[in-house]
């Protein structure tokens, strides 16, 4: 492990903790309640267990599996969280909507990939109205920058409580929120087709991205110091860079005339 992650990695996670709870309970005022999507994976348990934890009562869980490419232990893990933390969700399959779109579309595995993001984010925003409920969204901060989530998808919130902290940040908050290991430890997957593995298609692992962008957006370093500090091979801290820069759209509102 190299000394920027360690860097990453020391923080106090009891307070980082309070904080999110504390963002959480100063918007709970602007509406009834809060709905988030529930995959299985480690961000969106970390939502779950911090709302389960203070605002149980006003909490909605949507687990939204495409029955057709999402792992059926995802879909375990997420129904495993919910009974365990007592909270209220409604499961939904999206395989029947997503095929409807898809038969009257031309084909494309990535668009449809991304319409899978998009239709989620609808049945949340149908929630989020139905209920008064303000949508949680679960980026964090390593795939907001880099801009690995799909715009008026899987991007689509109206608070972001955990976008501060890095993936592997996130998996320290885990540990001590005494999520199970498996969750803290599974491959990351937004399960937008089959065999979907974030690492995978990005081609770098979250150690890897979260000492890159630390270096960028924490530390303001020129790309050659951050392969002297890190060790990291250049062409990976490249790629990392032109994400972080081409992305950038996604982390702003639409341009405006």
Not at 31 to 55: E, H, K, T
Not at 85 to 94: H, M, P, Q, S
Not at 137 to 159: C, H, M, N, R, V
Not at 215 to 226: F, N, S, V, Y
């Amino acid at each position: 492990m190299n000394n920027i992650l360690n860097e990453i990695l020391n923080q106090d996670y009891e307070k980082i903790y309070q904080s999110i709870e504390s963002f959480l309970r100063q918007q709970s005022s602007k509406a009834n309640g809060f709905v988030f999507g529930l995959s299985g994976g480690i961000d969106s348990a970390v939502i779950a267990q911090i709302c389960a934890r203070s605002f149980k009562d006003r909490s909605l869980a949507l687990i939204m599996p495409d029955s057709k490419v999402s792992p059926k232990e995802e879909t375990e893990d997420a129904l495993h969280l919910v009974d365990m933390l007592g909270l209220e969700y409604k499961l939904v399959d999206i395989s029947m909507i997503h095929s409807q779109f898809a038969n009257i579309l031309e084909p494309d595995e990535k668009s449809l990939g991304n319409l899978r993001a998009r239709i989620r984010a609808n049945i949340l925003y149908y929630y989020s109205n139905l209920k008064d409920y303000l949508v949680v969204g679960s980026s964090d901060k390593s795939e907001f920058l880099i801009g690995y989530f799909t715009k008026f998808g899987d991007g689509s919130a109206d608070i972001l409580p955990i976008v501060s902290l890095y993936k592997t940040q996130i998996r320290e908050l885990g540990k001590h929120l005494k999520i199970k290991e498996s969750i803290i430890t599974k491959k990351s997957s937004p399960h937008l087709w089959k065999g979907h593995v974030a690492e995978e298609e990005i081609g770098i692992t979250y150690e890897e991205i979260d000492s890159i962008l630390y270096c960028i957006e924490d530390k303001k370093l020129a790309l050659e110091d951050i392969q002297k500090v890190t060790q990291i091979d250049k062409g990976k801290i490249e790629k990392i860079y032109h994400l972080y820069k081409k992305n950038e759209h996604k982390r702003i509102m639409p341009t405006r005339l």
